[in-house]
C-alpha cells in the first residue's frame, strides 16, 4: 500500500500490486480462451473438417470439451463457495480442451513426429498441478501432494483413453498398433503426475510464501481485488 502525504487526499484508484496484476491477467486469460474454446467446437459442430476433426469424433469433442473446460465453475456455482474462484487451476484444465483443439487444427498430430506424446504428458502435468492447487493445503505433506497429484494425473489418463474408446477407436480397424498406443499414453499420464509432483512441492519447499502467493494467484476475481476475507470457514 503506497504512503500517502501529509495532507494528501486518498486515492480512489490504486495501482494493483504484482500479485493482484498475475491473478488479474490469470483470470482475464481463461476466461478468454474459455470464450475461445466454445465458439471452436460450434464451428466443429457446424464443419467438423474446419478443425481436421473428420473421423475423430468431433460431436462428441464439441459435447465434452466445453463441458469439462466449464465444470469447475459450474460446481463453484452450485456448492455456493464463499472463498474466491481458482482462477489458476481452471486456467490449466482448458488448456487441455485447447492445445488439443490447436493440434488438430494446424494438424500438428500428422505433422509432427510425437506430438501426440508431449500432448498426453502436458495435459496429465496440468491436471495433476490443478488438481493439487484445489484440494492440498499449502503445508500438506509431499507425500499428499504425490497422492493428489498421481490420481488426479492418472484418473484423466484413463477417462480420456476411455473417451477415445467409445467414441471412435471402437470403430478402427488398426488394432496392432491401438494397444501399444493405449498403454504408451497411460504410462505418459503417469509421467506427467510425477513431473507434477516434482514441480509443485519443488516450489512449496523453496518458498513456502511464493506458494501462498500461487494460491491467492489462483483464488481472485478477474477486477483484481483480494476477496479473500470472504473465505468459507472451511476450505473443503
Given at each position: 500500500?503506497?504512503?500517502?502525504?501529509?495532507?494528501?487526499?486518498?486515492?480512489?484508484?490504486?495501482?494493483?500490486?504484482?500479485?493482484?496484476?498475475?491473478?488479474?491477467?490469470?483470470a482475464?486469460?481463461?476466461?478468454?480462451?474459455?470464450?475461445?474454446?466454445?465458439?471452436?467446437?460450434?464451428?466443429?459442430?457446424?464443419?467438423?473438417?474446419?478443425?481436421?476433426?473428420?473421423?475423430?469424433?468431433?460431436?462428441?469433442?464439441?459435447?465434452?470439451?466445453?463441458?469439462?473446460?466449464?465444470?469447475?465453475?459450474?460446481?463453484?456455482?452450485l456448492?455456493?463457495?464463499?472463498?474466491?474462484?481458482?482462477?489458476?487451476?481452471?486456467l490449466?484444465?482448458?488448456?487441455?480442451?485447447?492445445?488439443?483443439?490447436?493440434?488438430?487444427?494446424?494438424?500438428?498430430?500428422?505433422?509432427?513426429p510425437?506430438?501426440?506424446?508431449?500432448?498426453?504428458?502436458?495435459?496429465?502435468?496440468?491436471?495433476?498441478?490443478?488438481?493439487?492447487?484445489?484440494?492440498?493445503?499449502?503445508?500438506?505433506?509431499?507425500?499428499?501432494?504425490?497422492?493428489?497429484?498421481?490420481?488426479?494425473g492418472?484418473?484423466?489418463?484413463?477417462?480420456?483413453?476411455?473417451?477415445?474408446?467409445?467414441?471412435?477407436?471402437?470403430?478402427?480397424?488398426?488394432?496392432?498398433?491401438?494397444?501399444?498406443?493405449?498403454?504408451?499414453?497411460?504410462?505418459?499420464?503417469l509421467?506427467?503426475s510425477?513431473?507434477?509432483?516434482?514441480?509443485?512441492?519443488?516450489?512449496?519447499?523453496?518458498?513456502p510464501?511464493?506458494?501462498?502467493?500461487?494460491?491467492?494467484?489462483?483464488?481472485?476475481?478477474?477486477?483484481?481485488?483480494?476477496?479473500?476475507?470472504?473465505?468459507?470457514?472451511?476450505?473443503?
Amino acid at each position: 500500500m503506497a504512503i500517502q502525504a501529509p495532507g494528501q487526499a486518498p486515492s480512489v484508484l490504486r495501482r494493483p500490486t504484482l500479485p493482484e496484476a498475475s491473478r488479474s491477467i490469470t483470470a482475464a486469460a481463461d476466461i478468454t480462451l474459455k470464450v475461445l474454446l466454445v465458439m471452436a467446437m460450434i464451428q466443429v459442430l457446424i464443419e467438423p473438417e474446419w478443425a481436421h476433426l473428420d473421423g475423430k469424433a468431433p460431436v462428441a469433442r464439441a459435447i465434452v470439451f466445453p463441458l469439462w473446460a466449464l465444470g469447475l465453475p459450474i460446481l463453484w456455482t452450485l456448492t455456493r463457495r464463499a472463498s474466491a474462484f481458482p482462477w489458476l487451476p481452471d486456467l490449466l484444465i482448458t488448456l487441455t480442451c485447447l492445445v488439443d483443439v490447436i493440434g488438430n487444427k494446424l494438424d500438428l498430430y500428422d505433422s509432427l513426429p510425437h506430438f501426440d506424446d508431449g500432448v498426453h504428458l502436458l495435459n496429465s502435468v496440468a491436471v495433476s498441478v490443478a488438481y493439487v492447487v484445489l484440494t492440498v493445503p499449502p503445508r500438506a505433506s509431499s507425500v499428499a501432494v504425490a497422492n493428489a497429484a498421481l490420481a488426479a494425473g492418472l484418473t484423466a489418463s484413463l477417462a480420456w483413453e476411455l473417451f477415445e474408446y467409445v467414441a471412435f477407436l471402437a470403430r478402427t480397424t488398426e488394432w496392432t498398433t491401438v494397444y501399444a498406443d493405449t498403454i504408451g499414453d497411460l504410462f505418459l499420464g503417469l509421467l506427467g503426475s510425477l513431473v507434477a509432483v516434482i514441480v509443485t512441492t519443488t516450489i512449496r519447499r523453496s518458498s513456502p510464501a511464493r506458494s501462498a502467493r500461487l494460491r491467492r494467484m489462483s483464488s481472485a476475481p478477474p477486477d483484481g481485488r483480494d476477496w479473500s476475507h470472504r473465505r468459507a470457514p472451511s476450505d473443503g
